[in-house]
């Protein structure tokens, strides 16, 4: 099987496979999955499974035959990927539907894209602006008066006893007066200004770092990724006994904003999967071993019903390990972008 492939580059991520199934090859599976055809034919005059696969319809042979590629294509591609070294980021293409023709070699072309080769770019211009935090007395008002509209209090009146009616029901039962209800109010609102201001700002940090390290994922695995989250959500929909149109209808959404969506997210997400790997490279971030166990074990008791057999699982624990290391090289990051300080005040 040395010479069945030819490659050739298109660019620097993107190649092209022609590949040659001798006929024999394919021929001797093709009878052995037509005769397996027979076995199931019923034809007047012959007993079942005794038809002759020279009676076997042409329609049928033509199925067997794409039948036949199918089962075979894959394991010459695999082969030629795996001789070539390459590592995918989606599935082949297949430029076209070859030719499966009686006494020849059966010869297709398909497309393999891989990830092209990032340099990390230079983080000391990933610069974000971080706003003091402020909570005005207007604000404080206007949640109050939500909770006199939302709540249901004996006293009517906004006062000591029913700031400390709304005390028992927001669980701050430290709460005697309005004006430590207030407090409460203004402390509450400002953790949750720098909670908001903290996401935004790594959210930002993160595509600036993306964008100063060039990274544009090739369009053929934003596709598989967004493929595969359509796939997730019909499953999902199909699981919980939902019908699709039924869901589309109660959110106001079409199909096709949703598709636009997927292929966003999945954009989006591709990105900034290879910036923290290519700055988990760069900045020669490693797992531990007892970070590595540490994480394992916060796993098992986070999640008591899953399969223990999994934590025994070699596959398994490097994909966790990835993930870790990622997690890792996210936090060193946000710390080089936003300081150690910001990270410590906001944990």
Do not use: C
């Not at 040395?2 to 050739?8: H, L, V």
Request: hydrophobic share 35%; no cysteine; aromatic share 8%.
């Amino acid at each position: 099987m040395d010479d069945f492939y030819t490659k050739k580059d298109i660019n620097e991520y993107t190649f092209e496979l022609t590949i040659k199934i001798p006929h024999d090859s394919f021929k001797k599976s093709y009878d052995l999955l037509l005769k397996d055809y027979s076995k199931d034919s019923d034809m007047q005059g012959f007993r079942k499974g005794k038809v002759p696969t020279s009676l076997i319809s042409d329609q049928v042979k033509e199925m067997v035959k794409f039948e036949t590629f199918e089962k075979l294509a894959p394991m010459y591609i695999n082969t030629a990927i795996t001789k070539e070294k390459l590592e995918p980021i989606a599935p082949p293409e297949y430029k076209e539907i070859p030719k499966i023709l009686e006494d020849i070699d059966v010869i297709f072309t398909i497309t393999i894209t891989t990830m092209p080769k990032f340099k990390l770019g230079n983080m000391k211009n990933v610069k974000v602006k971080k706003e003091d935090i402020t909570v005005d007395d207007k604000e404080v008002e206007e949640a109050i008066e939500e909770l006199k509209k939302t709540q249901k209090t004996k006293e009517t009146e906004v006062n000591d006893k029913w700031a400390v009616e709304i005390a028992k029901v927001i669980n701050a039962d430290e709460v005697k007066t309005l004006k430590e209800l207030r407090e409460k109010i203004k402390d509450a609102l400002h953790q949750q200004k720098e909670h908001y201001q903290m996401h935004h700002l790594q959210d930002e940090a993160l595509f600036l770092g993306i964008k100063e390290s060039n990274i544009e994922i090739p369009q053929p695995a934003i596709n598989f990724e967004a493929t595969e989250r359509e796939k997730s959500f019909n499953e999902d929909m199909k699981g919980r006994g939902i019908k699709i149109e039924d869901f589309l209808k109660a959110n106001n959404i079409t199909i096709e904003k949703m598709r636009e969506l997927w292929l966003q997210d999945a954009k989006e997400a591709l990105q900034a999967d290879t910036f923290l790997g290519i700055y988990a490279d760069s900045k020669k971030v490693e797992i531990s071993e007892e970070e590595l166990n540490k994480k394992i074990e916060d796993i098992k008791r986070d999640q008591p019903n899953v399969d223990k057999n999994i934590f025994s699982n070699t596959e398994w624990i490097e994909y966790i390990k990835k993930v870790e290391r990622k997690e890792k090289a996210f936090r060193l990051f946000i710390e080089e972008v936003l300081g150690k300080e910001f990270l410590d005040s906001h944990n």
